[in-house]
């Protein structure tokens, strides 16, 4: 598990990508800071492997909240230390389903390659490059997902409408969801957010992680 939960990592390293000579792709990363997802997204620290299979082999929902006990310790996560941590925004919408008509609309001519209006799960190829990079990007670091990249869902679609938008979204609490979803077994949702885990487990008293290879 370990090998898989290192895989599913792909954080940003925002100093580069935003000094890029390129003005369409800093313009895609520069409209992720509004909504924290920079801090999210490049955010580095050591990869604890022991500890994180802990956690994970450990690890339920109660009560609303991500529980777990490594070292014999009880970790408790809860959606406002989620959020707090990673300074996500945690005001909008909570249903990604919910983004304006009028902007999807925009977004299906916005995105294309050719100019051509896109349907709303479509090949990543169709895309222009900077919006391929970011369908990546919702895909690897931020849903999770394994596997082949080259659909664009309609999830993912929205929620990159959201980003080119300018839309206020509960990234928070949408986050926070796909973390409880790695943790419950009924789900397909795949496990990631290992540097993300790493740094809660860093901020829990008592808890010995000694040294890890630094990721980034």
Same mark, same amino acid.
């Given at each position: 598990?370990?090998?898989?939960?290192?895989?599913? %990592?792909?954080?940003?390293?925002?100093?580069?990508?935003?000094? &890029? @000579?390129?003005?369409?792709?800093?313009?895609?990363?520069? !409209?992720?800071?509004?909504?924290? *997802?920079?801090?999210?997204?490049?955010?580095?620290?050591?990869?604890?492997? %022991?500890? *994180? #299979?802990? $956690?994970?082999?450990?690890?339920?929902?109660?009560?609303?909240?991500?529980?777990?006990?490594?070292? /014999?310790?009880?970790?408790? #996560?809860?959606?406002?230390? $989620?959020?707090? %941590?990673?300074?996500?925004?945690?005001?909008?919408?909570?249903?990604?389903?919910?983004?304006?008509?009028?902007?999807?609309? @925009?977004?299906?001519?916005?995105?294309? =390659?050719?100019?051509?209006?896109?349907?709303?799960?479509?090949?990543?190829?169709?895309?222009?490059?900077?919006?391929?990079?970011?369908?990546?990007?919702?895909?690897?670091?931020?849903?999770?997902?394994? /596997?082949?990249?080259? !659909?664009? +869902?309609?999830?993912?679609? *929205?929620?990159? +409408?959201?980003?080119?938008?300018?839309?206020?979204?509960?990234? /928070?609490?949408?986050?926070?969801?796909? =973390?409880?979803? &790695?943790? %419950?077994?009924?789900?397909?949702?795949?496990?990631?957010?290992?540097?993300?885990?790493?740094?809660? *487990?860093?901020?829990?008293?008592?808890?010995?992680?000694?040294?890890?290879?630094? =990721?980034?």
């Amino acid at each position: 598990m370990s090998s898989s939960l290192i895989s599913n %990592t792909n954080q940003v390293h925002f100093a580069s990508v935003l000094g &890029m @000579d390129n003005a369409e792709m800093v313009a895609m990363f520069e !409209a992720l800071v509004p909504y924290g *997802l920079n801090g999210f997204l490049g955010c580095m620290s050591e990869i604890f492997e %022991t500890a *994180l #299979i802990e $956690f994970y082999q450990n690890a339920s929902v109660r009560d609303g909240k991500v529980v777990s006990t490594v070292q /014999g310790k009880l970790v408790e #996560i809860s959606e406002e230390i $989620f959020s707090r %941590t990673f300074q996500l925004l945690v005001e909008g919408l909570i249903d990604i389903n919910e983004v304006p008509k009028d902007l999807i609309f @925009d977004a299906r001519t916005e995105f294309s =390659f050719t100019g051509e209006q896109l349907q709303t799960s479509c090949k990543k190829r169709e895309l222009k490059i900077e919006y391929r990079l970011l369908s990546d990007i919702v895909a690897k670091s931020i849903t999770v997902k394994v /596997g082949s990249f080259d !659909a664009v +869902t309609h999830e993912r679609f *929205l929620m990159m +409408t959201a980003i080119f938008g300018g839309v206020s979204v509960n990234w /928070g609490r949408l986050l926070f969801k796909i =973390f409880k979803d &790695m943790v %419950t077994q009924e789900t397909r949702q795949a496990r990631g957010y290992a540097v993300h885990i790493c740094i809660l *487990l860093k901020n829990i008293p008592n808890l010995e992680l000694g040294v890890g290879p630094y =990721f980034e």
